[in-house]
Protein backbone atom coordinates (compact mmCIF):
# COMPACT_ATOMS: atom_id res chain seq x y z
CA UNK A 1 0.00 0.00 0.00
CA UNK A 2 1.39 3.37 -0.91
CA UNK A 3 1.00 6.22 1.15
CA UNK A 4 1.04 9.76 -0.42
CA UNK A 5 3.99 11.70 2.05
CA UNK A 6 3.61 15.23 0.83
CA UNK A 7 1.94 18.17 2.31
CA UNK A 8 0.01 20.06 -0.38
CA UNK A 9 -1.31 23.66 -0.67
CA UNK A 10 -2.35 23.89 -4.06
CA UNK A 11 -5.80 22.88 -5.31
CA UNK A 12 -8.63 20.44 -4.11
CA UNK A 13 -11.89 20.14 -2.85
CA UNK A 14 -13.42 23.20 -2.52
CA UNK A 15 -16.61 22.48 -3.33
CA UNK A 16 -17.47 21.22 -0.11
CA UNK A 17 -20.23 22.32 2.00
CA UNK A 18 -22.02 22.19 5.74
CA UNK A 19 -23.93 19.25 4.57
CA UNK A 20 -21.57 17.18 5.94
CA UNK A 21 -23.47 18.22 9.46
CA UNK A 22 -26.36 16.37 8.66
CA UNK A 23 -25.51 12.79 8.23
CA UNK A 24 -27.67 9.74 7.14
CA UNK A 25 -30.15 8.76 10.12
CA UNK A 26 -27.81 5.34 10.63
CA UNK A 27 -25.08 3.44 9.00
CA UNK A 28 -28.25 0.92 7.48
CA UNK A 29 -29.87 3.73 5.53
CA UNK A 30 -26.29 4.71 4.09
CA UNK A 31 -25.65 0.91 2.93
CA UNK A 32 -29.14 0.39 1.28
CA UNK A 33 -28.46 4.18 -0.45
CA UNK A 34 -25.90 2.82 -3.00
CA UNK A 35 -25.01 -0.17 -3.68
CA UNK A 36 -21.09 1.28 -4.73
CA UNK A 37 -20.02 1.81 -1.11
CA UNK A 38 -17.19 -0.13 -0.01
CA UNK A 39 -18.87 -3.39 1.18
CA UNK A 40 -15.72 -5.45 1.77
CA UNK A 41 -14.04 -3.11 4.42
CA UNK A 42 -16.95 -2.66 5.79
CA UNK A 43 -17.67 -6.49 6.26
CA UNK A 44 -13.74 -6.87 7.60
CA UNK A 45 -14.75 -4.57 10.12
CA UNK A 46 -12.82 -1.34 8.63
CA UNK A 47 -14.28 1.38 11.55
CA UNK A 48 -12.59 3.89 8.92
CA UNK A 49 -14.41 2.80 6.08
CA UNK A 50 -17.87 2.83 8.26
CA UNK A 51 -17.05 6.45 9.75
CA UNK A 52 -16.67 7.43 6.05
CA UNK A 53 -19.73 6.01 4.76
CA UNK A 54 -21.66 7.74 7.68
CA UNK A 55 -20.66 10.66 8.51
CA UNK A 56 -18.62 11.75 4.76
CA UNK A 57 -20.22 9.71 1.86
CA UNK A 58 -23.08 11.88 1.60
CA UNK A 59 -20.86 15.24 1.03
CA UNK A 60 -17.76 13.71 -0.52
CA UNK A 61 -18.59 10.95 -2.34
CA UNK A 62 -18.49 7.01 -2.19
CA UNK A 63 -15.76 5.47 -1.68
CA UNK A 64 -13.55 8.80 -1.20
CA UNK A 65 -14.54 9.76 -4.37
CA UNK A 66 -13.48 13.88 -4.10
CA UNK A 67 -10.78 12.95 -2.18
CA UNK A 68 -8.90 10.45 -4.59
CA UNK A 69 -9.81 12.40 -7.73
CA UNK A 70 -8.43 16.06 -6.85
CA UNK A 71 -5.42 17.32 -5.45
CA UNK A 72 -5.72 17.93 -1.86
CA UNK A 73 -5.09 21.25 -0.29
CA UNK A 74 -4.35 21.03 3.37
CA UNK A 75 -2.10 18.42 3.50
CA UNK A 76 -1.43 14.74 2.66
CA UNK A 77 0.25 13.19 5.94
CA UNK A 78 -1.78 11.49 8.55
CA UNK A 79 -0.95 14.52 11.03
CA UNK A 80 -2.46 16.77 8.23
CA UNK A 81 -5.20 14.41 7.75
CA UNK A 82 -6.30 14.24 11.55
CA UNK A 83 -5.86 17.69 12.08
CA UNK A 84 -8.57 18.88 9.67
CA UNK A 85 -10.68 16.56 10.78
CA UNK A 86 -10.17 17.44 14.31
CA UNK A 87 -10.25 21.09 13.76
CA UNK A 88 -12.09 21.56 10.32
CA UNK A 89 -11.40 24.31 8.15
CA UNK A 90 -14.31 26.65 7.80
CA UNK A 91 -13.52 28.44 4.72
CA UNK A 92 -13.51 25.61 2.53
CA UNK A 93 -16.71 24.11 4.37
CA UNK A 94 -15.24 21.82 6.68
CA UNK A 95 -16.44 21.60 9.79
CA UNK A 96 -14.88 20.22 12.50
CA UNK A 97 -15.25 16.61 14.08
CA UNK A 98 -12.88 17.18 17.21
CA UNK A 99 -15.81 17.05 19.73
CA UNK A 100 -18.09 14.36 17.98
CA UNK A 101 -15.23 11.32 16.93
CA UNK A 102 -12.14 10.17 19.67
CA UNK A 103 -8.81 10.35 18.91
CA UNK A 104 -9.08 6.69 17.69
CA UNK A 105 -11.84 7.23 15.40
CA UNK A 106 -9.78 10.39 13.97
CA UNK A 107 -6.74 8.20 13.37
CA UNK A 108 -9.32 5.43 11.97
CA UNK A 109 -11.01 7.68 9.36
CA UNK A 110 -7.34 9.07 8.42
CA UNK A 111 -6.06 5.85 7.53
CA UNK A 112 -8.81 4.96 5.58
CA UNK A 113 -8.89 8.21 3.61
CA UNK A 114 -4.84 7.40 3.07
CA UNK A 115 -5.65 4.28 1.99
CA UNK A 116 -8.30 4.90 -0.80
CA UNK A 117 -5.75 7.78 -2.21
CA UNK A 118 -2.80 5.34 -1.99
CA UNK A 119 -4.96 3.16 -4.41
CA UNK A 120 -5.87 5.16 -6.79
CA UNK A 121 -3.82 6.62 -10.03
CA UNK A 122 -6.08 9.89 -9.96
CA UNK A 123 -4.51 10.86 -6.52
CA UNK A 124 -2.42 14.15 -6.63
CA UNK A 125 -0.36 15.46 -3.84
CA UNK A 126 1.44 18.50 -4.00
CA UNK A 127 4.68 19.61 -2.96
CA UNK A 128 4.93 20.84 0.76
CA UNK A 129 5.36 24.85 0.96
CA UNK A 130 6.57 25.23 4.38
CA UNK A 131 7.95 28.70 6.05
CA UNK A 132 10.68 28.80 8.72
CA UNK A 133 10.34 32.22 10.66
CA UNK A 134 12.85 32.32 13.31
CA UNK A 135 10.93 30.59 15.88
CA UNK A 136 7.80 29.44 14.39
CA UNK A 137 7.24 27.07 11.07
CA UNK A 138 4.36 27.99 9.19
CA UNK A 139 2.22 26.25 6.10
CA UNK A 140 1.00 28.10 2.88
CA UNK A 141 -2.45 26.62 1.86
CA UNK A 142 -3.64 28.44 -1.17
CA UNK A 143 -6.93 29.18 -0.78
CA UNK A 144 -7.71 30.96 -4.38
CA UNK A 145 -5.92 31.11 -7.39
CA UNK A 146 -5.73 32.33 -10.99
CA UNK A 147 -6.71 35.51 -9.74
CA UNK A 148 -5.96 38.76 -11.90
CA UNK A 149 -4.64 41.34 -9.37
CA UNK A 150 -5.99 40.38 -6.03
CA UNK A 151 -6.64 43.91 -4.13
CA UNK A 152 -8.54 43.66 -0.88
CA UNK A 153 -10.11 40.98 1.73
CA UNK A 154 -12.72 41.10 3.88
CA UNK A 155 -14.75 38.23 6.31
CA UNK A 156 -18.13 38.47 6.88
CA UNK A 157 -18.03 35.41 9.22
CA UNK A 158 -15.27 32.75 8.99
CA UNK A 159 -16.99 30.69 6.10
CA UNK A 160 -17.60 33.43 4.15
CA UNK A 161 -14.49 36.38 2.43
CA UNK A 162 -14.75 38.73 0.03
CA UNK A 163 -12.35 40.04 -2.00
CA UNK A 164 -11.66 42.30 -4.98
CA UNK A 165 -9.39 42.20 -8.07
CA UNK A 166 -8.46 45.55 -9.22
CA UNK A 167 -9.71 44.64 -13.17
CA UNK A 168 -13.09 45.04 -11.65
CA UNK A 169 -14.37 42.00 -10.05
CA UNK A 170 -15.21 41.35 -6.61
CA UNK A 171 -15.97 37.95 -5.13
CA UNK A 172 -16.92 35.81 -2.22
CA UNK A 173 -15.86 32.47 -1.28
CA UNK A 174 -18.19 30.55 0.95
CA UNK A 175 -17.57 27.36 2.28
CA UNK A 176 -15.22 26.31 -0.69
CA UNK A 177 -17.36 27.85 -3.27
CA UNK A 178 -15.83 31.13 -5.06
CA UNK A 179 -18.80 33.14 -6.72
CA UNK A 180 -19.06 36.32 -8.62
CA UNK A 181 -21.02 39.05 -7.50
CA UNK A 182 -22.37 41.05 -10.28
CA UNK A 183 -23.38 43.91 -10.74
CA UNK A 184 -20.24 46.54 -8.96
CA UNK A 185 -20.06 49.86 -10.33
CA UNK A 186 -19.73 50.75 -13.55
CA UNK A 187 -18.06 54.21 -13.55
CA UNK A 188 -14.37 52.15 -12.30
CA UNK A 189 -11.40 53.81 -13.80
CA UNK A 190 -9.05 50.13 -14.25
CA UNK A 191 -5.69 52.31 -15.47
CA UNK A 192 -2.07 52.52 -13.52
CA UNK A 193 -2.91 51.84 -10.22
CA UNK A 194 -6.66 52.27 -10.30
CA UNK A 195 -9.35 49.89 -10.64
CA UNK A 196 -11.37 48.34 -7.80
CA UNK A 197 -9.37 48.66 -4.21
CA UNK A 198 -10.73 47.59 -0.88
CA UNK A 199 -13.46 45.72 0.21
CA UNK A 200 -15.11 45.72 3.56
CA UNK A 201 -18.18 43.82 5.51
CA UNK A 202 -20.04 45.27 8.48
CA UNK A 203 -23.08 44.22 10.13
CA UNK A 204 -25.46 46.81 11.11
CA UNK A 205 -26.52 45.20 14.44
CA UNK A 206 -29.25 47.59 15.07
CA UNK A 207 -31.14 46.72 11.60
CA UNK A 208 -29.48 43.19 11.66
CA UNK A 209 -28.19 42.92 7.98
CA UNK A 210 -24.55 43.34 6.55
CA UNK A 211 -23.22 45.77 4.35
CA UNK A 212 -20.55 45.56 1.75
CA UNK A 213 -18.31 48.55 1.40
CA UNK A 214 -15.99 49.74 -1.72
CA UNK A 215 -13.27 51.80 -2.39
CA UNK A 216 -12.31 52.21 -6.11
CA UNK A 217 -11.01 54.66 -9.05
CA UNK A 218 -14.18 56.70 -9.90
CA UNK A 219 -14.15 57.93 -13.38
CA UNK A 220 -15.47 61.80 -13.90
CA UNK A 221 -19.21 61.19 -15.00
CA UNK A 222 -17.98 63.74 -17.93
CA UNK A 223 -14.64 62.90 -18.74
CA UNK A 224 -13.25 59.36 -18.62
CA UNK A 225 -9.56 61.18 -18.26
CA UNK A 226 -10.34 61.79 -14.76
CA UNK A 227 -10.64 60.00 -11.64
CA UNK A 228 -11.00 60.02 -7.85
CA UNK A 229 -11.27 57.55 -5.23
CA UNK A 230 -14.85 56.73 -4.10
CA UNK A 231 -16.73 54.69 -1.51
CA UNK A 232 -19.59 53.11 -2.24
CA UNK A 233 -22.27 50.94 0.28
CA UNK A 234 -24.42 48.58 -0.51
CA UNK A 235 -26.81 45.83 1.41
CA UNK A 236 -25.56 42.30 1.03
CA UNK A 237 -28.06 39.96 0.13
CA UNK A 238 -28.50 36.20 0.98
CA UNK A 239 -30.64 33.95 -0.32
CA UNK A 240 -30.41 30.34 -1.61
CA UNK A 241 -29.08 31.25 -5.16
CA UNK A 242 -26.02 32.99 -2.84
CA UNK A 243 -24.67 36.57 -2.60
CA UNK A 244 -25.73 39.54 -4.15
CA UNK A 245 -25.78 43.36 -4.19
CA UNK A 246 -28.55 44.82 -5.89
CA UNK A 247 -27.94 48.73 -5.07
CA UNK A 248 -24.85 50.55 -4.36
CA UNK A 249 -25.21 54.39 -3.10
CA UNK A 250 -22.40 56.35 -2.88
CA UNK A 251 -20.75 57.63 0.47
CA UNK A 252 -17.96 59.79 -0.70
CA UNK A 253 -15.71 61.10 -3.47
CA UNK A 254 -12.42 62.32 -2.76
CA UNK A 255 -12.47 65.41 -5.50
CA UNK A 256 -10.93 67.05 -7.02
CA UNK A 257 -10.62 64.36 -9.80
CA UNK A 258 -6.96 64.49 -11.64
CA UNK A 259 -5.49 63.28 -14.18
CA UNK A 260 -2.98 60.84 -12.57
CA UNK A 261 -3.74 57.34 -12.40
CA UNK A 262 -1.53 56.70 -8.87
CA UNK A 263 -1.99 57.07 -5.40
CA UNK A 264 -5.60 56.15 -4.91
CA UNK A 265 -5.05 55.06 -1.12
CA UNK A 266 -7.28 53.19 -0.10
CA UNK A 267 -8.62 51.26 2.92
CA UNK A 268 -11.42 51.27 4.77
CA UNK A 269 -12.02 49.95 8.48
CA UNK A 270 -14.85 50.51 10.89
CA UNK A 271 -12.91 51.72 14.60
CA UNK A 272 -14.67 50.49 17.82
CA UNK A 273 -16.10 54.19 17.26
CA UNK A 274 -18.76 53.07 15.53
CA UNK A 275 -17.27 55.45 12.60
CA UNK A 276 -15.89 54.68 9.07
CA UNK A 277 -11.91 55.13 8.56
CA UNK A 278 -10.97 55.88 4.80
CA UNK A 279 -7.78 56.42 3.70
CA UNK A 280 -7.48 58.87 0.82
CA UNK A 281 -3.51 58.69 -1.34
CA UNK A 282 -2.42 62.70 -2.68
CA UNK A 283 -2.84 61.46 -6.02
CA UNK A 284 0.44 62.23 -6.78
CA UNK A 285 0.43 65.83 -6.34
CA UNK A 286 2.67 66.41 -3.15
CA UNK A 287 2.63 69.87 -3.59
CA UNK A 288 -1.03 70.77 -4.16
CA UNK A 289 -3.00 67.97 -1.66
CA UNK A 290 -1.43 66.71 1.67
CA UNK A 291 -0.80 69.79 3.27
CA UNK A 292 -4.19 72.03 2.36
CA UNK A 293 -7.14 70.84 4.62
CA UNK A 294 -9.43 72.29 1.05
CA UNK A 295 -8.88 69.23 -0.73
CA UNK A 296 -9.71 65.28 0.10
CA UNK A 297 -6.85 63.72 -1.14
CA UNK A 298 -4.01 63.13 1.28
CA UNK A 299 -6.04 62.44 4.02
CA UNK A 300 -7.61 59.79 6.41
CA UNK A 301 -11.32 60.51 6.68
CA UNK A 302 -13.50 59.51 9.26
CA UNK A 303 -17.96 59.14 8.67
CA UNK A 304 -20.53 57.66 9.99
CA UNK A 305 -21.46 54.44 7.75
CA UNK A 306 -24.21 55.96 5.98
CA UNK A 307 -21.56 58.71 4.88
CA UNK A 308 -22.94 61.48 7.24
CA UNK A 309 -19.86 63.65 8.86
CA UNK A 310 -19.50 63.42 12.35
CA UNK A 311 -20.40 66.03 14.77
CA UNK A 312 -17.43 65.65 16.72
CA UNK A 313 -14.66 65.55 13.15
CA UNK A 314 -12.25 68.15 14.05
CA UNK A 315 -12.27 70.49 10.66
CA UNK A 316 -16.63 70.68 10.76
CA UNK A 317 -16.52 74.63 11.71
CA UNK A 318 -13.28 75.57 10.03
CA UNK A 319 -14.16 77.40 6.88
CA UNK A 320 -13.76 76.08 3.65
CA UNK A 321 -12.11 72.81 5.41
CA UNK A 322 -13.63 69.51 4.06
CA UNK A 323 -15.82 68.21 7.12
CA UNK A 324 -14.90 64.41 6.73
CA UNK A 325 -11.21 65.02 7.35
CA UNK A 326 -9.34 63.10 10.48
CA UNK A 327 -5.54 63.56 9.97
CA UNK A 328 -3.99 65.09 7.02
CA UNK A 329 -0.70 64.85 5.72
CA UNK A 330 -0.86 61.73 4.17
CA UNK A 331 1.02 60.56 1.08
CA UNK A 332 -0.16 57.08 0.07
CA UNK A 333 -1.69 55.16 2.77
CA UNK A 334 -2.33 51.43 1.81
CA UNK A 335 -2.15 49.86 4.88
CA UNK A 336 -5.42 50.41 8.10
CA UNK A 337 -6.83 48.56 10.74
CA UNK A 338 -7.95 48.61 14.13
CA UNK A 339 -6.60 47.20 16.80
CA UNK A 340 -8.88 44.62 18.46
CA UNK A 341 -7.91 45.56 21.99
CA UNK A 342 -7.05 49.39 22.42
CA UNK A 343 -8.95 50.33 19.09
CA UNK A 344 -6.32 52.30 18.32
CA UNK A 345 -6.48 53.10 14.03
CA UNK A 346 -2.93 52.25 12.93
CA UNK A 347 -2.04 53.05 9.47
CA UNK A 348 1.01 53.01 6.79
CA UNK A 349 2.17 55.11 4.15
CA UNK A 350 3.59 53.63 0.73
CA UNK A 351 6.27 56.65 1.02
CA UNK A 352 9.09 57.55 -1.70
CA UNK A 353 12.51 56.21 -2.17
CA UNK A 354 12.99 55.35 1.27
CA UNK A 355 10.62 56.35 4.00
CA UNK A 356 7.81 54.20 4.08
CA UNK A 357 6.12 54.66 7.94
CA UNK A 358 3.65 53.68 10.00
CA UNK A 359 1.83 56.01 12.19
CA UNK A 360 -0.87 55.38 14.82
CA UNK A 361 -3.69 58.02 14.05
CA UNK A 362 -4.70 60.89 16.32
CA UNK A 363 -7.69 63.20 16.04
CA UNK A 364 -6.66 66.48 13.71
CA UNK A 365 -2.53 65.33 13.15
CA UNK A 366 -0.61 66.15 10.31
CA UNK A 367 1.40 63.89 9.39
CA UNK A 368 3.75 65.60 7.89
CA UNK A 369 3.96 64.67 4.05
CA UNK A 370 5.86 66.52 2.32
CA UNK A 371 7.54 68.79 4.51
CA UNK A 372 8.93 66.29 6.70
CA UNK A 373 10.15 62.87 5.25
CA UNK A 374 12.79 59.92 6.02
CA UNK A 375 12.61 59.22 1.89
CA UNK A 376 13.65 60.97 -1.14
CA UNK A 377 12.61 61.27 -4.76
CA UNK A 378 13.37 58.43 -6.89
CA UNK A 379 15.65 59.73 -8.81
CA UNK A 380 17.65 60.06 -5.60
CA UNK A 381 17.42 63.87 -5.16
CA UNK A 382 16.08 65.67 -1.59
CA UNK A 383 12.66 65.98 -1.47
CA UNK A 384 13.71 68.01 2.14
CA UNK A 385 15.84 67.52 4.80
CA UNK A 386 13.72 67.55 7.14
CA UNK A 387 12.61 64.87 9.33
CA UNK A 388 10.89 66.72 11.58
CA UNK A 389 8.86 69.91 12.13
CA UNK A 390 6.60 71.73 15.27
CA UNK A 391 3.28 70.50 15.16
CA UNK A 392 4.18 67.31 12.88
CA UNK A 393 3.38 63.62 13.71
CA UNK A 394 6.55 61.66 13.84
CA UNK A 395 6.00 57.82 12.59
CA UNK A 396 6.00 55.05 15.26
CA UNK A 397 8.33 53.17 12.68
CA UNK A 398 9.98 54.03 9.13
CA UNK A 399 11.46 51.74 6.61
CA UNK A 400 15.09 52.45 4.98
CA UNK A 401 15.56 51.78 2.41
CA UNK A 402 11.41 51.93 1.66
CA UNK A 403 9.67 48.41 0.92
CA UNK A 404 6.63 49.19 -0.89
CA UNK A 405 4.71 48.81 2.10
CA UNK A 406 1.07 47.71 1.19
CA UNK A 407 -1.58 45.70 3.64
CA UNK A 408 -1.07 45.51 7.07
CA UNK A 409 -2.62 43.56 10.29
CA UNK A 410 -1.78 42.18 13.37
CA UNK A 411 -1.50 38.81 14.84
CA UNK A 412 -4.10 37.91 17.74
CA UNK A 413 -5.61 34.59 18.95
CA UNK A 414 -5.08 31.29 20.14
CA UNK A 415 -3.63 29.74 17.48
CA UNK A 416 -0.55 31.91 17.43
CA UNK A 417 2.44 30.93 19.75
CA UNK A 418 3.12 34.18 22.58
CA UNK A 419 6.13 35.53 20.93
CA UNK A 420 4.26 36.20 17.77
CA UNK A 421 1.20 37.77 19.52
CA UNK A 422 0.81 41.60 18.58
CA UNK A 423 3.17 41.35 16.13
CA UNK A 424 2.48 43.30 12.84
CA UNK A 425 2.23 41.66 9.04
CA UNK A 426 2.83 43.90 6.39
CA UNK A 427 2.85 43.20 2.81
CA UNK A 428 5.98 44.44 0.55
CA UNK A 429 5.31 45.28 -3.28
CA UNK A 430 8.91 46.28 -3.78
CA UNK A 431 10.88 43.10 -2.31
CA UNK A 432 7.73 40.83 -2.81
CA UNK A 433 7.66 39.35 0.60
CA UNK A 434 5.55 39.57 4.21
CA UNK A 435 7.53 41.25 7.01
CA UNK A 436 6.51 40.14 10.33
CA UNK A 437 7.32 43.39 12.59
CA UNK A 438 7.32 42.47 16.62
CA UNK A 439 6.59 45.55 18.77
CA UNK A 440 7.09 45.85 22.06
CA UNK A 441 4.30 47.15 25.07
CA UNK A 442 5.85 50.58 24.24
CA UNK A 443 5.04 50.74 20.56
CA UNK A 444 8.46 49.90 19.28
CA UNK A 445 9.67 47.74 16.28
CA UNK A 446 12.25 45.61 17.94
CA UNK A 447 12.44 42.78 15.52
CA UNK A 448 12.14 42.51 11.74
CA UNK A 449 11.94 39.65 9.94
CA UNK A 450 11.46 38.71 5.77
CA UNK A 451 8.39 36.06 5.56
CA UNK A 452 7.05 34.45 2.08
CA UNK A 453 10.22 35.74 0.52
CA UNK A 454 10.18 35.98 -3.66
CA UNK A 455 6.59 34.91 -3.43
CA UNK A 456 5.50 37.85 -5.47
CA UNK A 457 3.64 41.91 -4.73
CA UNK A 458 1.96 41.13 -1.34
CA UNK A 459 -1.17 43.40 -1.63
CA UNK A 460 -3.24 42.87 1.83
CA UNK A 461 -3.05 40.97 4.42
CA UNK A 462 -6.56 39.96 6.37
CA UNK A 463 -7.33 38.53 10.03
CA UNK A 464 -10.65 36.46 10.91
CA UNK A 465 -12.63 36.41 14.18
CA UNK A 466 -10.17 33.29 14.94
CA UNK A 467 -7.10 35.32 13.91
CA UNK A 468 -6.52 33.52 11.30
CA UNK A 469 -4.16 35.57 8.68
CA UNK A 470 -4.82 35.49 5.19
CA UNK A 471 -2.13 37.46 2.90
CA UNK A 472 -3.46 38.47 -1.07
CA UNK A 473 -0.35 38.46 -3.37
CA UNK A 474 -0.81 40.07 -6.97
CA UNK A 475 1.41 39.06 -9.72
CA UNK A 476 1.24 35.25 -8.30
CA UNK A 477 -2.85 35.89 -8.45
CA UNK A 478 -3.08 34.13 -5.16
CA UNK A 479 -4.89 33.90 -1.51
CA UNK A 480 -2.71 31.80 0.61
CA UNK A 481 -3.98 31.27 4.60
CA UNK A 482 -0.58 31.14 6.95
CA UNK A 483 -1.10 28.66 9.25
CA UNK A 484 1.53 27.86 11.89
CA UNK A 485 2.44 24.84 12.65
CA UNK A 486 2.15 24.21 16.69
CA UNK A 487 3.77 20.83 18.58
CA UNK A 488 0.23 19.54 20.39
Not at 149 to 173: A, H, I, Q
Not at 179 to 202: E, F, R, S
Not at 470 to 487: D, M, N, Q, R, S
Request: hydrophobic share 35%.
Amino acid sequence: MHHPLSLLIAASAVATSLAFLSPPSSLQETLHSSSEIDLSALQNGDKGAELYAQWCASCHGLNGRDFIQRTWKLGSQQADIERIIRNGYALLGMPAYGQLFSPDEIKDLSNYLLAKAGESPNFRASPPQLIQASDLQLRANVIASNLGTPWGMDFLNDSTLFFTEREGRLWVMKSGVKQAIAGIPDDIHVKGQGGLLDVMVWNDDAQRRPWIYLTYSKNHPDDIKLSATAVVRGELLVTDEGFSVPHWETLMVAGPYAKTHRHYGSRLAMGQDGMLYVTCGERGMRDVHPQTLTTAPGKVHRLHPDGSVPNDNPFVDEPGAIASIWSWGHRNPQGMFVHPETGEVWTHEHGPKGGDEINILQKSANYGWPEITFGRNYSGTIITRDTAKTGMEQPLHYWLPSIGACGMDIVLGRGWPRSWQNNLLVGSLSFEYLERLVIDASGRVTDREQLLNGVGRVRDIARNSNGDIYVAVEGAGTIFHLEPILEN
